[in-house]
């Protein structure tokens, strides 16, 4: 499966900053990923690595503060970074669509959530206002609420944190949107909630071809619903590859830990092992090339040298790092068979 | 030991319109439980079946419709929430909310939503208070570059970081967690869990930790309570009920988990049937709440709820026909 020769969503370069009084934050540099029609792309990375940043600047929606100082978005071949605002809204919602990380805040609190599906619906279809709220009753109850005619009237703060995490993502997926970016759609929800949403955007990808970019904290659950992993670290891509390859022989010392410090299997807290140092400060003006090595076991003398997303070997044209040191895959493919 | 927090027959109602009548959502129906110092109490469910409700009761965030809530032996549930805000225990049991960007106010920079904490709270001001905002940004391993950021500038893992040392500045007694890990990346989330252990060794802090993920309780946690429609179906050590879970809702919980329950796969005697739950708007109380899903459910289970009651080891379970467990010997 190539990816790459026919993109729906194409991050191309990007780099993003953000000006604050303290400095420049550089949260993105030279960002570059391709999701095709009906793929699921997992996103995953430490807290601050520049997730969100990628998923708002995809969508066109960004802080004031924040400049896109180079690179290029494309989504069905057409420039989004030169779209205006309107054009960018008809967009958003119809064809693209995010969840948000924090739910309470993305809802409008003094509107029945039944009705934010509708204000959906009646801007991007062409459903009559009877069916559309029967649209919205069946939205709620594809997402697992129960009693959906009684919630459809719910305000926001009458519902628990998890529904309306769940009403955030039946809005996102009322118009079945050919892409999906969600930003940690199920944390706090329970497994078996998580797996029915889960379902929800897999028949999506395969009836409709919505491609998805998840982003999550949850490496068990980027295993088992996405093609491909994405991982990011300060603000760059560090590896990408098919998932099971990715898992099986981590090639970047980053990933590696990030897989070692998952706890499914620990039996103590003491066991856990959390990644050795912080992320660097991103308005450092001497952030080293590779923004890893300052935490990096492996580091060496090479490490200084400019660094780029290159294939992981002859033989693996999809899965690529960005390293001069990296992890052989024989190694790690042992160490990790554990894991499996 | 004399308890730290207990909660006595807790109940919350709202009010809510169903085909055209005003009735009542049972949130919270009737708990009870209790926390002693220096403990880790694990409180699961699924979305929607009170949990948030409960903490805020318990915290004084939201008044009881009735029963207790007793602190260091002393009834708070009778302080009005809005009240709350000035009772000398305040310092004592602090929040950390399920939704950080939410309970963030916007217009404070990380230091300063800390810093008063801090002042109001230990009525610390200048250096010392200074030192201990940068003190408790180091417990949770929030780099102190980050501190005058306002939240709008900060990523979903660091607001959560906000929100926990917003709470342990003060170093309260009882300390409730509402899905703190949720936002987390595994590696904060492994300092996160390490600092409450140490905070529970050095400071005899005790803990309320409301979270779905049960690996994170199975490590964290000394006891566990398992909540189901507004009521507790299950409590006992943590170690116990993960081993050999007595309720039908327990076991498919954790029969529902990577490793799945102990002995072996789960068989579909241990799966939730089909079936939709049933409404938390005035439920039948005699009625036990988990018919309709549960794959045990006999006759009577339709005519008399069963209340929680102690099966032995420190273990309760609210069910007529529980799995049989065998004690094992700590
Ligand atoms: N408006 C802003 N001004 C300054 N810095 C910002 C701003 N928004 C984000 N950042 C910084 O950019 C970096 C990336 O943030 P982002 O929200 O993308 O992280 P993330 O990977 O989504 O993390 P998490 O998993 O915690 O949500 C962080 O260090 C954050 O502090
Ligand atoms: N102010 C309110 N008015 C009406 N109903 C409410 C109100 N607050 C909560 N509820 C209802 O009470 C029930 C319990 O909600 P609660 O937030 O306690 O659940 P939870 O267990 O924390 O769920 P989650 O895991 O999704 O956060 C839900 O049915 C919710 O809709
Ligand atoms: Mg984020
Ligand atoms: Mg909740």
Known sequence: MNALSNPLLEVDRLAVEFRTRGGTVRALENVSLALAEGETVGLVGESGSGKSVLSFAAMGIQDAAARITAGAIRFAGQDLLAKKGAAMKALRGREMAMIFQNPRVALNPIRQVGRQIEDVLARHTDLLPAARRARAIECLAEVRIPDPERRYAAYPFELSGGMCQRVMIAIALACKPRLLIADEPTTGLDVTTQAAIMRLVRELSAERRMATLLITHDLGMAREYCDRIAVMHAGHIVEVGPTEALFAAPRHPYTERLIAATPVGAASLAELAAIDGNLPDLRRADLPACRFAERCPRRGAECERPLALAPAGASSATHLIACHRPLTAAATEARHAAFA | ?330
């Open chain 2, 1 to 330: 030991m004399p308890h730290l927090l207990e909660a006595i027959s807790l109940k919350r109602l709202f009010p809510v319109k169903k085909d055209g009548q005003t009735r009542q959502l049972h949130a919270v129906d009737g708990i009870d439980f209790h926390i002693a110092p220096g403990e880790t109490v694990g409180l699961v469910g699924e979305s929607g079946c009170g949990k948030s409700t409960l903490v805020r009761l318990l915290t004084r965030t939201l008044d009881p419709s009735d029963g207790q809530v007793r602190f260091r032996n002393r009834d708070i549930g009778l302080v009005r929430s809005r009240a709350m805000a000035l009772h000398p225990q305040r310092k004592d049991i602090q929040m950390v909310f399920q939704d950080p960007t939410d309970s963030l106010n916007p217009r404070y920079t990380a230091r300063q939503t800390i810093a008063e904490s801090v002042r109001l709270l230990c009525g610390l001001r200048g250096a010392e208070a200074a030192a201990r905002v940068e003190e408790a940004a180091g417990w949770v391993g929030l780099p102190l570059a980050l501190l005058d950021r306002y939240p709008h500038q900060l990523s979903g893992g660091q607001k959560a970081r906000v929100g926990i040392a917003r709470a342990i500045v003060s170093r309260p007694a009882l300390l409730v967690l509402d899905e703190p890990t949720a936002a987390l990346d595994v590696s904060v989330q492994t300092v996160i869990l390490q600092l409450l252990e140490r905070l529970k060794q050095e400071l005899q802090m005790s803990f309320l930790f409301v979270s779905h993920d049960l690996n994170v309780v199975r490590l964290l946690c000394d006891r566990v309570l398992v909540m189901y429609l507004g009521r507790v179906v299950e409590a006992g050590p943590t170690d116990a009920v993960f081993h050999a879970p007595a309720h039908p809702y327990t076991r498919a919980l954790i029969a529902s988990l990577p490793g799945g329950l102990a002995g072996g796969q789960a068989s579909a005697a241990d799966l939730l049937v089909g079936g939709d739950p049933q409404s938390p708007i005035d439920p039948d109380p005699n009625r036990c709440r988990l018919l309709g899903r549960c794959p045990r459910g006999l006759a009577r289970c339709g005519e008399v709820g069963p209340q929680l009651e102690d099966i032995g080891g420190g273990r309760q379970v609210a069910c007529h026909y529980p799995a049989v467990v065998q004690h094992v010997r700590q």
